[in-house]
């Protein structure tokens, strides 16, 4: 999946304004990093990412 750089700014400033309200954050000091990791490069509950979203499609 790949994120526009439109929907990346919106989560910047919503992460950052959700930081200001629960924790107090100062917005000047607060950085937000978005790290789009490639889907065969991670996974859930002991499988790779494509192999667990085979199992929740055979649950339906």
Do not use: C, H
């Amino acid at each position: 999946m790949v994120i526009a750089q439109e929907q990346k700014a919106e989560l910047i400033s919503g992460v950052t304004d959700l930081l200001v309200r629960i924790l107090n954050k100062s917005p000047a000091t607060t950085f937000v990093v978005i790290d789009e990791v490639a889907v065969e490069d991670w996974g859930v509950g002991g499988l790779p990412v494509a192999d667990y979203r085979k199992t929740l499609r055979t649950r339906s």
